[in-house]
């Protein structure tokens, strides 16, 4: 049945919170799951013709629990555990004073698992992403992911440590996890790995949520603030990053007039706060990458060598291809680009396949003014991305050089 996008969203920003009740108060992720999946598909066949209902939120609840509860009728067990899901059914007070999405996000870096399979389930549960998704984010195949969150879910049944809300300690052991989780989330919501979007404003949306609410609880934590003020600076310009028919206009060509300076000018304070406590991290470093770029009022204002620096600094803090990709970009901004192409060789190995390598090595051939063999790589970069806008855009460039692929 068709749905209409208010409903669908409205679904997809309660389905995590739904969830998050059931497996906080059940302690059975699987069971839960499969429920909220049952109670959403109830939802979008009754709500359209019923109307939604005062209290949707409330209405998933009873909806995924009863049918929790007919599902533990049929197995063996029936009677001791339909009781205890009787007894753990949440109250009506606790469904409208928790954050239970929140309360989900950090139950789901549980310690029984690595960080990896901790931030893939979490993405899953609370990020809506598919498993396809997933594995662009963490440039693996599908199948590899999904067996990823599979074994995920089974070491956590294995552990029989409980999915509850986490305590002070715990939440603090589990915020590296939990940080890579929202910004993984926010990135996919601002730059779509797949379908006919650019963006997904639900989900960037949504990690902006988090962070905010990560950011109430420990506001001294510099990660913490330099996260919420990377998603800030960057969710800033997403106004200017589209045009009317949804095309992608890239960074050197948008009216910076059209960004939003009330998102830029939070940012600009939340990083400021978030360096000033001494140590500098990962998220704060690109934070700052982001306000050098807000700062620049043209294009040509941009200090690439204020970019440059803060890229090798965060290169030596992590060795995430896409860092260095990205400071490939500045050098041969501020060096040329023959700087930057020989700085693409050393990817060639962790990113081979990926379009993001294939782009912006067309871009420096351009630069460069080898049209051929960017127009080469443009076309192998539309081929690799899901993305349709960004398809799009790749071949414009094709069409701009000119050069036809037999010649």
């Keep these: 049945m068709e749905i209409g996008a208010a409903l669908e969203d409205l679904l997809r920003e309660l389905a995590p919170q739904v969830l ?8 059975d992720f699987d069971a839960a799951e499969d429920a909220v999946q049952e109670a959403l598909l109830a939802a979008a066949q009754h709500w359209p013709r019923d109307g939604v209902p005062e209290n949707p939120r409330g209405w998933l609840i009873q909806t995924a629990t009863r049918k929790m509860t007919d599902s533990i009728r049929s197995e063996i067990a029936r009677r001791t555990r339909e009781h205890t899901v009787a007894r753990q059914a949440p109250t009506d007070a606790e469904t409208v004073d928790s954050d239970d999405t929140l309360i ?8 029984a698992l690595t960080p990896a399979s901790a931030i893939a389930l979490t993405l899953r549960a609370v990020g809506g992403l598919t498993t396809a998704e997933i594995a662009n984010a963490f440039l693996v195949p599908e199948a590899t992911m999904a067996q990823r969150i599979s074994r995920g879910k089974q070491r956590i049944t294995a552990s029989g440590i409980p999915f509850r ?3 002070e300690e715990e939440w603090t052991e589990r915020l590296r996890s939990v940080l890579h989780v929202l910004y993984l989330v926010f990135n996919e919501g601002y730059a779509s790995s797949s379908g ?13 949520r988090l962070t905010r609410a990560v950011h109430a609880i420990l506001p001294g934590d510099g990660e913490v603030g330099g996260l919420l003020a990377l998603m800030l600076l960057t969710d800033a310009r997403r106004p200017a990053r589209t045009g009317p028919d949804g095309e992608l206009i890239p960074l050197t060509e948008q009216d910076r007039t059209l960004w939003n ?4 000018a939070e940012g600009q304070r939340v990083v400021m706060d978030a360096v000033a406590g001494g140590a500098v991290g990962q998220y704060q ?8 770029h807000d700062d620049a009022e043209r294009v040509e204002d941009t200090d690439w060598a204020q970019i440059l620096a803060l890229y090798g600094l965060l290169v030596r803090m992590s060795d995430n291809p896409m860092v260095r990709l990205n400071r490939a970009v500045a050098a041969a901004m501020v060096h040329g680009p023959a700087t930057g192409l020989a700085m693409l060789e050393e990817l060639d190995g962790p990113l081979r396949g990926h379009y993001r390598l294939d782009a912006v090595r067309a871009h420096l051939l351009d630069m460069a003014g080898d049209t051929r063999s960017a127009a080469a790589h443009y076309r192998a970069a539309a081929r690799r991305t899901t993305n349709v806008p960004e398809q799009q855009y790749l071949a414009a460039q094709v069409a701009r050089l000119g050069v036809t692929e037999s010649g």
Excluded: K, Y
Aim: charged share 20%.
């Design 20 to 27: 998050g009740v059931l497996v906080r108060r059940t302690g």
């Design 165 to 167: 809300r986490p305590t």
């Design 285 to 292: 470093l690109q934070a700052g990458i982001a306000a050098v």
């Design 104 to 111: 989900l996000l950090f139950m789901c870096c549980h310690p």
């Design 196 to 208: 006919n979007d650019m963006h997904r404003t639900e989900l960037s949306s949504e990690a902006i």
């Design 261 to 264: 300076s009330d998102l830029i």
